[in-house]
């Protein structure tokens, strides 16, 4: 084995174990950003997202918008391998208690 196929299968094991290490929440990967819980909810997922969120006293919808990534020039990096989409739905939750 070269020492370059030793280096791409260890980088390869290296992200698959990091993929299986991501946080989880109501079912869905789990960061933090800026303080933030941000929970990736995907098309499937979003509503059963939103009304376990609201089960756990998240009952206020404080802001709703959408984001178009069409030219945004940074990196984005989602954590469990999700894949970056061009449209995204941003829900800010609150939980009074």
């Given amino acids: 084995m070269s020492d370059e196929t030793a280096a791409a299968e260890e980088a390869e094991a290296e992200a698959v174990a990091e993929e299986a290490a991501?946080?989880?929440?109501?079912?869905?990967?789990?960061?933090?950003?800026?303080?933030?819980?941000?929970?990736?909810?995907?098309?499937?997922?979003?509503?059963?997202?939103?009304?376990?969120?609201?089960?756990?006293?998240?009952?206020?919808?404080i802001d709703l918008t959408a984001v178009d990534y069409l030219t945004y020039a940074g990196e984005r990096t989602l954590p469990g391998g999700l894949t970056p989409e061009r449209f995204e739905v941003v829900t800010s939750l609150i939980n009074h208690v």
């Fill in 22 to 61: 991501v946080d989880l929440r109501y079912g869905v990967a789990v960061s933090e950003s800026h303080g933030d819980v941000v929970l990736h909810a995907t098309v499937e997922t979003y509503l059963d997202v939103c009304s376990e969120a609201h089960a756990d006293g998240f009952d206020q919808l």
